[in-house]
């Protein structure tokens, strides 16, 4: 491994997944053999003062840091395998994304060591992670190259290849912008046209009959309950776009059995889960600029309440501009 790459200092390295327990002292005494220890800082909890479960190290020479990458990375400390990478402290290359690859559909013995032995053939690695929650590995982790010429070799030789008897995918990471973009232009592209409240007098053979006139259809599914009655929505896969979207322009609030039908684009959950959130937050938004400046009476109050304890009571219903209580006159 070269450690004159760019972006992070000669000596320092970042030791991560690290048990709350482990100190400064039990690093160095983990880490001395590799060379001399200028300092070592286990990162905190400003205010618990509890471990944040990594740490930094600066070794006096670069070889000695490179010696302890190469040969203690997930070592076990504390019952854990520890994680070792390259420091580095610049934000701007952290987030750039350059370099960085995907893998999904990981078997679950593949942790980070395994994913860090294969993909290291391919040039040098500033950060190996497979993402794990309570139950162990999620199926997918993240691999950021020092350069994009290896994270393209990575994607080139290992995209749909066997891991543990599992085809991977590996591909260039995409932060949720991209994705959401992404998605926004296939968006424009559909095929997959949504039919939802058609009753439960429907089959699958209906749906394509009254579909089919629009165009080539790839497939027709009414979707059923476990008594075999239609739940009242379905899909229908046409061949062409423009077909999917005649479909939708034509058939949205027509009636079918006597209903008036919605007819639209089939999304995906990430993209009904970013429109419910918008629907939320604009309802959110619009209920306050409603009651903004609005002002409330309350009458009947024991002598015992004050400003203060009538701003208490009705804070947690939303913004309080001013809470005041009038006096009796005499």
């Keep these: 491994m070269n450690a004159s790459g760019p972006g992070y200092p ?14 400064e002292a039990m690093l160095y005494e983990k880490f001395s053999p590799a060379g001399s220890i200028m300092s070592i800082r286990v990162c905190r909890d400003v205010a618990t003062r509890r471990s944040l479960g990594y740490a930094y190290l600066n070794f006096q020479q670069p070889a000695d ?12 400390i504390k019952g854990r395998p520890i994680r070792i990478m390259w420091s580095q402290r610049d934000p701007g290359l952290r987030k750039s994304g350059v370099g960085n690859i995907f893998i999904k559909n990981l078997d679950d013995s593949i942790d980070n060591k395994a994913l860090y032995d ?14 794990c929650d309570e139950n162990g590995s999620r199926g997918y982790g993240f691999v950021h190259f020092e350069t994009h010429e290896a994270a393209h070799r990575a994607i080139n ?19 949720r912008r991209e994705r959401e973009a992404e998605y926004g232009a296939k ?10 409240n058609f009753g439960e007098d429907m089959t699958d053979e209906r749906l394509q009959e009254i579909f089919s006139k629009f165009g080539k259809t790839l497939s027709v599914k009414v979707m059923i309950d ?12 046409f061949e062409k776009h423009q077909d999917a979207q005649k479909a939708v322009e034509q058939m949205d609030g027509s009636e079918i059995n006597d209903r008036t039908v919605f007819v639209g684009r089939a999304q995906k959950r990430m993209e009904r889960q970013n429109e419910l959130k918008r629907k939320f937050e604009q309802m959110k938004q619009e ?3 409603r009651y903004q400046g609005v002002n409330l009476y309350v009458k009947n109050l024991d002598d015992g309440i004050d400003d203060e304890h009538l701003r208490k009571e009705f804070s947690p219903y939303g913004t309080i501009t001013s809470a005041k209580k009038k006096r009796p006159r005499l």
Aim: glycine share 8%; charged share 20%.
């Design 10 to 23: 000669l000596a320092s390295l970042y030791v991560g997944d690290l048990h709350p327990d482990v100190t």
């Design 65 to 76: 840091a490179e010696r302890a990458l190469d040969t203690m990375n997930f070592e076990v």
């Design 118 to 131: 294969t993909f290291s053939a391919f040039g040098n690695i500033l950060s190996c992670k497979v993402v």
């Design 157 to 175: 030789t290992m995209n749909g290849m066997l891991l543990n008897d599992r085809k991977v995918f590996v591909g260039h990471f995409k932060s």
């Design 187 to 196: 968006a424009m592209e559909f095929t997959n046209v949504y039919i939802k």
């Design 226 to 237: 476990s008594s075999g009655r239609s739940k009242g929505f379905g899909f229908v896969n």
């Design 287 to 289: 209920r306050m600029n």
